[in-house]
């Protein structure tokens, strides 16, 4: 038997392996996608009365966010038909207009209140710092962090706080529909959605005798006794994904954390081109890794062989074939031309839910590669100590910044961040 064959055979065989990975992919992500069914706005049977409905806190911390939808952002947390609420915006040091914006907004409404946010001390981030300044005047039973991009439906507020009091939850976090404009937005972020409905399922974040937990920073309600038990936002003083690891906390502290698809109640735009969404998810994905080297290694691999090669190889097949060049090329082309139809056909399904032109589905080898690129250099950027630059402050500089997170050198490792 020759080596040639044995090569041959190998190849063949992780070939028809990554098609069947993805059939199963296709399988996980239609059922992932069908078990997110919408939360729906609360009827009037599900509202909580007005004299009883507790004091919601909404904490929206703001930086450098004259360019985006601040103003309309606030306008749809003032504009709530809920009774019993009060927002708190932090101006974290911004450089632009952001606090003028803020004060204009807020003379409009007397039960949003503006902080002049101070620069964070040594060990903090700049968000976590908002959040914290903003908490520390907060005055809720519940307390709601979001996100300057966030636009709130008319019954948002008053559907989640029914939902989170009638479920006896201490959290619930909400999954925004995400907009997505431009084109490179409409080739990443479908993938970074995919990675999630397979990554961690919602079934398995709501059990409570699972670990696996998320908070979306964009619309996050806590009860206040909850999130003191667990040290509040000085617990998450260094993390760039504080979210998630508050999540973690909540729920590691015994707290009935609950998340919900709530696309009729919430939308953002989290990324408007190829810039931001190269800086903001630099900043992120080493944190989904856990700041492992070993697992960003392998993640880059598994993305490459098995979801950019495969359509690399069949566009070299078919050239080859036209050419008439001698090869493996034919045994070649029929798996891996069915595997990238398969990714056509798992992220149709994707971009459907989204609401975005099925087309985009062919762009799949595109956006992950993409992401690829991203987890890379986030690794670099992180692991190095050359820092990562967001909203004009730097992350993850040991020179003078923050450097790895309290716990990265046992379940973390030397970089940790969303």
């Not at 069914?37 to 007005?50: F, R, V």
């Not at 001390?121 to 903003?134: D, F, I, S, T, V």
């Not at 979801?307 to 891996?336: D, E, K, N």
């Amino acid at each position: 038997m020759s080596f040639e064959f044995l090569a041959l055979s190998l190849i063949l065989g992780m070939a028809w392996m990554t098609t069947l990975s993805w059939a199963l992919g296709l399988v996980l992500t239609v059922r992932g996608i069908a078990r997110q069914q919408p939360l729906a706005p609360a009827s009037d049977e599900e509202t909580i009365p007005p004299s009883i409905a507790p004091l919601v806190s909404i904490l929206v911390p703001a930086r450098n966010e004259e360019h985006r939808v601040i103003s309309a952002c606030l306008s749809s947390m003032a504009n709530q038909d809920y009774p019993n609420l009060e927002i708190i915006a932090v101006n974290d040091r911004s450089t632009d207009a952001t606090g003028d914006m803020l004060r204009r907004t807020a003379l409009k409404d007397p039960r949003i209140q503006i902080i002049d946010g101070v620069e964070p001390p040594p060990g903090w981030l700049g968000k976590p710092h908002a959040l914290a300044q903003a908490w520390r005047v907060a005055r809720g039973e519940w307390v709601l962090a979001t996100d300057a991009d966030m636009i709130y439906s008319r019954s948002a507020v008053r559907t989640a706080v029914a939902c989170a009091v009638g479920g006896n939850y201490d959290a619930l976090t909400l999954i925004p529909r995400v907009i997505c404009l431009s084109f490179w937005e409409r080739v990443f972020m479908p993938t970074f959605g995919w990675f999630m409905i397979i990554a961690l399922p919602i079934k398995r974040v709501n059990d409570p005798q699972r670990r696996e937990a998320i908070g979306v920073g964009g619309f996050f309600l806590m009860r206040r006794a909850a999130l003191e038990r667990v040290g509040g936002y000085e617990a998450v003083r260094d993390e760039v994904a504080e979210d998630l690891r508050m999540a973690e906390l909540l729920k590691g502290a015994g707290a009935r954390l609950r998340i919900e698809y709530a696309p009729e109640l919430i939308s953002t735009r989290m990324q408007t081109n190829l810039r931001e969404i190269w800086e903001g998810f630099t900043k992120n994905l080493f944190a989904g890794a856990k700041f492992s080297l070993i697992r960003t290694v392998f993640g880059a691999i598994s993305i490459f062989f098995f979801a950019v090669v495969p359509f690399i190889v069949a566009f070299t097949s078919v050239v080859m074939l036209i050419a008439h060049v001698r090869g493996p090329w034919a045994m070649l082309l029929i798996p891996t031309l069915l595997t990238w139809t398969l990714q056509i056909a798992t992220f149709a399904v994707v971009n459907k839910t989204w609401g975005l032109p099925l087309g985009y589905a062919l762009t799949v080898p595109l956006g992950q590669t993409l992401f690829l690129a991203i987890l890379l250099n986030s690794a670099v950027k992180i692991a190095t100590g050359s820092g990562v630059t967001w909203k004009g402050r730097k992350l993850y500089d040991r020179a003078g910044g923050i450097t790895p997170p309290r716990g990265a050198a046992t379940e973390r490792s030397p970089y940790e961040n969303t």
